[in-house]
DNA sequence: AGCCTTGTTAACTATTCAGTTAACTGTCAT
DNA sequence: ATGACAGTTAACTGAATAGTTAACAAGGCT
């Protein structure tokens, strides 16, 4: 016994995805070190071994999970095109990315559940800055300066309205359908829902350049294909 | 010992409170039977008596969160007022709720969390209407024929954007926070993001009844006071 | 060759937790 | 009055859990 394994690194990193996945489905309180020790077929002391305690481990994963999120964000480069493309192309990029991992919604709602406190915990995790924001910036000076969107929008604000409208319907799909008494899950729901923030998140950058009236016209345009709303 | 309370219902309401408190607090994994107990100065064995599992106090706990809700909405009767100001009103209305209410959302979140598990054991849930998604149809309604809304407005598209806008900027401010590096529990930040929710709304229910350049005014009016924008 | 360091295992421990049991106590209908 | 029933308690149980220990195995350095 006690064979050594060709690859410590590896060992470490299948536990910290395995981690990643079972403090995602069951949340801190819920998840097992055991489970996670037996589904990465190492010994629980491992565990200990590369992350001290429980609370260690979770936020070892939690980390992992910010830069994953932060890596996926510098993929998307839609800087290139017109500002009103752009900002609908980045709605969709962020629902996107949020639908496709789950698991980081759940991390970030456990976070949230905890008041904070693993996040104080990692220096690392504060100092992940959130490329998103750059990115809307950008697309709002760049309106702004062909005049389509209105001077002095505030990125963090269109970044936490556009973030707000993926992501709560994605973390509360339970809830919400239960107040609706609608399907959320379905792919044409979704793909109103997206339709409708692009929609909103133009009407407000768009809004209120009182001299022209042109850039409301395009955002109207595109939005005549997507208005039966949800 | 075994001395007989003067009233069993009584002691019930207790048990409840008290493990409202401790699921929202804590999750249902994080939350403690002998916790409750101990609180409610009862017995553990008085929440099975009554509740049968952990599971069944959860549900009961989670039916009367869904009750104080819905109650909570009815008192709402912004329906006397003009459209644009009812919907601000509402708007308000909804942030506040839910502000002065953090176990509720910790409650639903807890819920989502779990995928909807506990939602399925209740009919008594599933049979709770919400009462805010009728009064935004009635303002809906009323804007709409009063001329300063367009017509076929979705009120259920309308709730889930106001509702997604209030609830994450409350449910997720901490994640919300190192993204942004803001404080948002401040008064002023949440009184800057509760106008601007309101702007938004009206911004989406005002825009493109292309004869009529009146509504929209009046909104930017309001908007005015507020836009210096968190 | 020998030994220190790093990686690894299996078995153990102490505690904590959801749920159970058995006994007891007032109250109310007969 | 009496006995069934609703309400209540304290003590118990068995399983699960986070964390620990001791022993050991393979490379690399001297």
């Known amino acids: 016994m006690a064979r050594r394994s060709s690859d410590p690194a590896r060992v470490r990193e299948k536990i910290l995805k395995l981690a990643m996945e079972e403090f995602a489905r069951t949340g801190f309180d819920g998840a097992r070190v055991d489970r996670i020790a037996e589904r990465s077929k190492v010994s629980k002391n491992m565990l200990y071994y590369y992350f001290k305690s429980k609370e260690g481990l979770f936020v070892a994963a939690l980390e992992r999970m910010y830069e994953e999120v932060r890596d996926q964000q510098r993929e998307l480069s839609v800087r290139a095109h017109d500002p009103i493309l752009a900002m609908r192309q980045l709605v969709e990029h962020t629902f ?3 639908e496709s991992n789950p698991n980081a919604i759940r991390l970030m709602n456990e976070e949230n559940k905890q008041r904070g ?18 990115t809307i910036s950008f697309i709002l000076e760049r309106g702004r300066v062909e005049g389509v969107f209105r001077p002095a929008l505030d990125s963090a604000v269109v970044y936490m309205t556009l973030s707000s409208l993926c992501y709560h319907y994605l973390s509360n799909r339970y809830t919400l359908e239960i107040a609706l008494g609608k399907d959320l899950a379905s792919a044409a729901s979704r793909k109103t829902w ?33 208005d039966a709303d949800a």
């Open 96 to 98: 996107q990315a949020l």
């Open 117 to 134: 406190r693993f996040l104080r915990k990692s220096k690392r995790i504060r100092d992940l800055y959130n490329p998103l924001v750059e």
């Open 194 to 226: 997206v339709e409708h923030v692009g929609n909103i998140v133009l009407l407000y950058c768009t809004a209120e350049v009182p001299s022209t009236t042109a850039p409301k016209t395009a955002v109207m345009r595109q939005r005549a294909t997507s």
